[in-house]
């Protein structure tokens, strides 16, 4: 299924899916807070492991700018369970093992890897604002110093 480019302005698509408690979280239970929406191909995996621990380590500027941290792998509940307490984390973690959020949106992809194409998640974040439009995307994320651009990015579009 192909999905068409989601842009900035975008109404951001709806969805609920299990946080690492088995706990139904949804998009529109973070009406009116701006929402850290990123993808991730998989927990306790070298690149994904950073990323997490950045945005655990910011997560009190990010609540002090009313933003929430959501991180989207197709890991099970389990496993996001195991890597919170293995990594300390404090994020909220959830779980897309049918890959419908990640479909959604458009970061379900065909990757390549030492000669081998395969279907896996394009490290992607999406800054979503309290109206549900999509303020801001980084497409294809380096883990190095996202977690502070993207807060950076936050207090910019709040001080306009």
């Not at 980084?138 to 936050?154: F, I």
Request: charged share 30%; aromatic share 10%; net charge positive.
């Amino acid at each position: 299924m192909m999905v068409k480019e989601l842009k900035i302005g975008n109404k951001a698509p709806a969805f609920c899916i299990a946080n690492q408690d088995e706990e139904e979280t949804c998009l529109k239970h973070f009406k009116g807070k701006y929402v850290v929406l990123y993808f991730y191909p998989k927990d306790n995996t070298k690149g994904c492991t950073m990323e997490a621990i950045y945005f655990t380590k910011y997560l009190e500027d990010y609540e002090k700018l009313n933003a929430v941290i959501l991180g989207v792998s197709p890991d099970s509940c389990t496993s996001h369970r195991k890597f919170i307490e293995k990594q300390g984390l404090k994020i909220t973690l959830l779980s897309d093992p049918e890959h419908k959020v990640l479909e959604k949106y458009g970061v379900w992809q065909l990757k390549k890897m030492r000669g081998k194409e395969y279907m896996g998640v394009i490290r992607s974040t999406f800054l979503i604002d309290p109206k549900g439009k999509i303020a801001h995307i980084w497409p294809k994320v380096k883990v190095k110093g996202h977690a502070e651009a993207v807060k950076e990015k936050l207090a910019e579009i709040q001080d306009k």
